[in-house]
């Protein structure tokens, strides 16, 4: 199934690129060295912990596995399934932000679900290696608490790949599959090889290309950046769960989802693909028309798998 939102751009969406162009924030990330510093304007939204208020809206708790914090956001009231494992962006490198928090909220109260959402090792101190490690071990647990049929892997940009990437470790590995995988704006390929990128580059205001290869690196940690577990663009995707997949035509990283697009036709995985002209990388963790619009479809895609665990169909 493939979704395409064509509708002219909202003016709150125009003025946020246009607000980025004129930070040069695209132009901040190349430092000329891997550092990662956080760059001051990531400093003023990052939030590894949920913020207050939104204890308002659900319930918040924290727990800790393999050394890691674990959040938990659930409905303040009421049936709470599935259980959606949400794996944060950022490189690779950053925690996770407001942003990410706000749309997990809504997405609590829109589809009912339960949230965990772990702190993962980040590079670079950490590589790709220890966070699935990590992943995998929590993923087991949950399977001691839920049939398969009531999680969803979900994750944005960087956890958008580690998200697909942790299915195809799942399927390899003969543990139960989860009843789906939902990516928003995914990161699938960290060499940023793909040719097409360098076109939709000057459309993007927000992702460096250059920067994006040096977080890629320190993730693989000395390991071949095309290893499936670091760009699962490169794995097989046969004996997958249903795949949902959303970007904006205003993100280089589309480049690559259109191509996995590709190649999940070939190999006959299962895929609903949903393409927002003009939208910027992670749009849908904002809050104007064309972001409310996605965080709607994705609750109802999760709310949807809930239904369906319940009257057990396939």
């Known amino acids: 199934m493939i979704f395409r939102y064509t509708a002219a751009p909202s003016m709150p969406s125009l003025l946020l690129e246009k607000m980025l162009r004129v930070a040069r924030v695209k132009e901040s990330q190349d430092e000329g060295k891997p550092n990662f510093r956080v760059r001051d304007y990531s400093r003023s939204i990052t939030s590894p912990e949920p913020p207050d208020y939104l204890r308002l809206r659900v319930d918040v708790s924290k727990s800790e596995f393999e050394g890691s914090p674990i959040h938990i956001l659930s409905p303040r009231r009421g049936k709470t399934s ?94 139960p599959q989860p009843a789906a995988v939902v990516m928003l704006s995914p990161w699938l390929d960290v060499t940023m090889s793909n040719p097409y990128m360098e076109e939709i580059d000057p459309e993007d205001p927000f992702l460096n290309i250059e920067a994006l290869r040096k977080a890629g690196s320190s993730w693989a940690h000395g390991a071949n950046p095309r290893k499936p577990l670091i760009s699962p663009i490169y794995g097989d995707l046969a004996g997958l769960p249903p795949l949902h997949l959303f970007t904006g035509t205003k993100d280089v990283l589309i480049a690559d989802s259109r191509r996995l697009r590709g190649l999940c036709m070939a190999a006959g995985a299962k895929l609903a693909y949903y393409e927002f002209e003009n939208m910027l990388h992670d749009w849908m963790l904002l809050d104007f028309k064309e972001a409310r619009m996605a965080a709607i479809q994705i609750a109802a895609i999760v709310a949807g798998y809930s239904a369906c665990s319940t009257a057990n169909c396939q």
Not at 115 to 142: E, N
Not at 158 to 170: E, F, P, Q, R, V
């Open 82 to 175: 599935p259980r959606v494992l949400f794996l944060h962006g950022g490189s690779y490198v950053v925690n996770a932000t407001r942003p990410h928090w706000r749309f997990l909220a809504g997405l609590v109260e829109r589809s009912g679900c339960t949230v965990i959402a772990p702190d993962y090792p980040l590079a670079p101190r950490h590589s790709f290696a220890d966070a699935y490690r990590m992943l995998t071990k929590l993923y087991r647990s949950l399977l001691d608490e839920v049939p398969p049929t009531d999680i969803i892997l979900m994750g944005d940009s960087a956890g958008g790949g580690l998200a697909l990437g942790l299915s195809m470790l799942i399927r390899d590995e003969k543990i």
